[in-house]
């Protein structure tokens, strides 16, 4: 996979988040401050931008230019979040101008690593690592070859996060009162590995 993917991937990222704006908000409404949705639109939006000033660079470049675009650019925990992902991910593909979908794999773990180490969270906690853990481990079982099981996986751990009490986060101030309410990073964090999924085996339906 050379940089054009990795570009495909935040774009399709950024069609993905449009569309499920007003659902993100709507999530984020019951049991946080209903500004996840429009938060990640504009952060998003800020890295399609981005991707279309500069030309061609590594696969590296392109996450970790994305990453700190979104921490500039969304408020609330969700910028240096997702901002951490995508750099960890980023400076651990290093300068390569190609990579395989292994060293992805392990790239992507250093950035879930680091996210979960910035916000002290943890599988089972109602974040975004419940999407995002079951995505690598995926991922990472299949040699970096099924990205459509990591994005299975994702969707699944989103969807389990509904009967969960949030631990981690504002969620986590509600107590009892969080259980029955997808996570809104979870669920975002799933649509990042549905676009990864369609940005590698080449669907671009939507992408502007």
Aim: without cysteine; aromatic residues 4%; negative net charge.
């Amino acid at each position: 996979m050379d940089g054009e993917v990795f570009v495909r991937w935040l774009r399709l990222a950024a069609d993905e988040v449009e569309r499920a704006a007003d659902r993100l908000t709507e999530l984020d409404s019951a049991i946080g401050d209903a500004d996840h949705g429009g938060n990640m639109r504009r952060g998003f939006q800020a890295v399609r931008e981005g991707l279309a000033e500069d030309g061609p660079r590594s696969p590296g470049a392109v996450l970790t230019t994305a990453g700190r675009t979104l921490v500039s650019t969304v408020g609330g925990a969700s910028g240096p979040l997702y901002g951490t992902l995508l750099r960890r991910a980023g400076k651990a593909l290093g300068d390569a101008e190609r990579v395989p979908g292994a060293e992805l794999a392990r790239a992507l773990r250093a950035g879930v690593d680091a996210v979960a180490q910035l916000g002290g969270a943890a599988p089972g906690d109602k974040t975004m690592l419940d999407a995002l853990v079951p995505a690598v481990d995926a991922l990472e079982k299949s040699g970096g070859t099924d990205f459509g099981a990591a994005r299975t996986a994702a969707e699944e751990g989103a969807a389990a996060t509904e009967p969960l009490r949030a631990r981690k986060g504002r969620a986590s101030y509600l107590g009892e009162r969080s259980i029955g309410h997808r996570d809104p990073g979870a669920t975002s964090s799933a649509l990042l590995i549905a676009a990864l999924d369609r940005a590698v085996y080449g669907d671009t339906e939507g992408d502007d």
